[in-house]
């Protein structure tokens, strides 16, 4: 009985300190960053190994929050936001309708738009960038987010997968009592599918949210008025390490440029492991 | 008689018709977007990689220049090695990791779920900007790397992970292996799914743990590595903005990613036919990767009948 018992307690063991000893090596980099950013600025890079700050600076999120001249971080991260905001509507919306005619709709050449779907999936963005550049300039779209906003109205291949897969588990049952009815596709997707499919909404969503606020090359390429700058693009030209000297001040604003994604997680964890889970499964 | 039969048809291509244009008007928004802004500016990027254009003056027709000039060109064969490293480094290791770790989170223990979380945040993470200088002042001369060996070896330790072409790539793959946590979720779903009968089948038959997971959990997960092995091949080939941000592709070019060299050519030296045809070149390679990955899954993936 007893040795029973200590060999139950050494395989926790054996389990729990490599599993947070690999916790530790995860988190370090983001624990890393926070105490830097309260650190006073002289010491970021003598007590690199200290991650507990000599004093607190909270100074540094204000010297930080200021940049370096005429704007602030209060405009990086209002971009960041609307671009963020307008890619997730807009992908989410359009990913949801392409998404059910596959689901749902028998109709002509289904099987072979399906297949050039699944074949855009593979391709790569840069075959598109310059192209893209030239056509998108000649629109006048050069210096505004239209570019990065708009192709997402155009329905995104993951998302249209996720959905796709949440969408053929909905009995279909429930379609046909619609049907009986007499009742067409848009009231069917509508009434029925809509409010059925809110958890893959919602995990599109949050991918949606956080592809687009870290979305890093489409704003290098489109946007060079330092008024639009997302918070990526700010955060990369103020990290030369030739001509920054607030260090801290840097890291504060990396912090902040996170804490978005991690209250997303924090509040919707549910619907993301779920949905990473059935998009991976059933490939 | 007749006549029913006809109202039958009628009604029948009257639903197929209706079918067919609801079908295309919920696919309207993608088959937009597939021609605006995929089919029409690949038919272009064909063209301007047969031209030489400075995105001031108009293309200019040369013809298969560029293709030859890639063959002249030092930094493209450097880059296409780099890539080539990176992805076949970073890939394997990434999804060993992933595997592994997913094995040991759907072992019996408490807490399982306080760790998958710790493990899957940097994924999310993942492309920022704001990671990506953290990882290059981590693995800078005065980084917390170094300070940290410098602790442990009593020695003031300086080497800049970074800064020096031996090294360079590895910091940007470690990033990578980094997030392995949205491949471990996929792993660990599939191998809740594997029915316990098969284990204790196993078991009767006298296999170990080794011999269950080589009999038993790899082959059920087949097609989930294969996913996952798809996609990370693809991203890997894709990978940009950490090398950007990081290293800039320095030093010497060591992390001069296919993908930073496009960009690189398009956007600051202007030369976009020459970026183009090695856009192609890029979208060749992981099509031809992709096609043995898919081709090959005929002998190793197994798929329940």
Redesign the interface.
Same mark, same amino acid.
């Given at each position: 009985m007893q040795a029973a018992c200590r060999h139950k307690a050494a395989r926790a063991l054996g389990f729990h300190i490599p599993a947070i000893l690999l916790s530790i090596i995860m988190i370090y980099p983001l624990v890393w960053m926070i105490s830097s950013s309260l650190k006073p600025n002289e010491e970021v890079f003598t007590t690199v190994t200290k991650l507990i700050p000599s004093r607190i600076v909270w100074e540094n999120y204000v010297t930080g929050w200021q940049a370096s001249g005429r704007y602030t971080y209060a405009t990086f991260f209002k971009n960041s936001f609307t671009i963020a905001i307008w890619c997730t509507i807009g992908g989410v919306v359009s990913s949801s309708l392409v998404a059910y005619a596959f689901a749902r709709i028998p109709f002509a050449g289904k099987k072979i738009w399906f297949a050039i779907l699944m074949g855009t999936m593979l391709l790569p963005v840069q075959v598109l960038l310059i192209p893209q550049y030239i056509m998108f300039k000649g629109f006048g779209w050069i210096n505004k987010y239209l570019p990065i906003i708009v192709p997402q109205f155009c329905g995104v291949p993951f998302f249209v997968f996720l959905n796709l897969q949440f969408m053929r588990g909905v009995p279909k049952e429930l379609d046909e009592a619609a049907e009986m009815d007499g009742c067409g596709w848009l009231y069917k997707y509508l009434r029925i599918m809509l409010p059925l499919s809110v958890p893959s909404l919602i995990t599109s969503g949050i991918f949606g949210f956080y592809w687009s606020w870290q979305e890093f090359l489409q704003p290098l390429i489109y946007i060079s008025k330092p008024k639009l700058y997302p918070a990526s693009i700010a955060l990369k030209m103020f990290s030369d390490p030739n001509t920054q000297t607030n260090w801290a001040g840097l890291f504060a604003m990396t912090t902040l440029s996170i804490i978005p994604v991690v209250a997303v997680f924090m509040l919707f964890q549910r619907y993301l492991v779920e949905g990473v889970a059935t998009t991976g499964l059933k490939g | 008689m007749t006549a029913a039969n006809g109202t039958l048809t009628r009604g029948y291509r009257r639903r197929r018709l209706?079918?067919?244009l609801?079908?295309?008007a &919920?696919?309207a928004?993608?088959?937009?977007?597939?021609i605006?802004?995929?089919s029409?500016?690949?038919l272009?990027?064909l063209y301007?990689a047969f031209t030489k254009y400075d995105?001031l003056s108009s293309p200019e027709w040369i013809g298969t220049a560029n293709f030859a000039n890639m063959f002249q060109d030092g930094v493209f064969w450097k880059s296409v090695g780099v890539t080539f490293k990176y992805v076949f480094i970073l890939v394997p290791l990434r999804l060993a990791a992933a595997l592994g770790?997913a094995l040991?989170l759907t072992?019996n223990?408490?807490?399982i779920g306080f760790?998958?979380?710790?493990?899957?945040?940097?994924s999310?993470?993942?492309?920022?900007?704001?990671?990506a200088?953290?990882?290059?002042?981590?693995w800078g001369s005065?980084?917390?790397i170094?300070?940290?060996i410098?602790?442990v070896t009593g020695q003031p330790y300086t080497y800049s992970w970074i800064g020096n072409p031996g090294t360079a790539l590895y910091s940007l793959i470690l990033l990578g292996c980094?997030h392995f946590g949205? =491949?471990m979720?996929?792993f660990?779903?599939?191998i809740k799914?594997i029915p316990q009968s098969y284990y204790e089948a196993a078991v009767l038959d006298g296999a170990g743990p080794w011999q269950r997971f080589r009999y038993v959990t790899f082959p059920a997960l087949t097609?989930?590595i294969?996913?996952?092995l798809v996609m990370g091949i693809?991203n890997a &080939?894709?990978a &940009?903005?950490e090398a950007?941000?990081i290293t800039d592709g320095g030093p010497l070019n060591s992390t001069m990613l296919f993908?930073l060299y496009?960009?690189k050519q398009?956007?600051t030296y202007f030369k976009?036919g020459y970026?183009?045809a090695m =856009?192609?070149v890029?979208?060749i390679i992981?099509?031809a990767f992709?096609a043995i990955v898919f081709r090959s899954s005929n002998y190793w993936v197994y798929y329940e009948a």
């Open positions: - | 209706r079918n067919n609801a079908g295309y &919920f696919l928004p993608w088959l937009i977007g597939l605006a802004f995929t029409i500016p690949m272009y990027s301007l995105s770790v040991i072992t223990h408490k807490g760790y998958r979380t710790v493990y899957y945040i940097p999310l993470l993942g492309g920022s900007v704001a990671i200088i953290i990882w290059s002042k981590l005065d980084g917390a170094n300070g940290l410098s602790a980094w949205s =491949s979720l996929i660990v779903s599939g799914q097609p989930v294969f996913f996952n693809i &080939f894709k &940009f903005s950007l941000v993908a496009i960009y398009g956007f976009m970026a183009c =856009s192609w890029l979208l992981i099509g992709s």
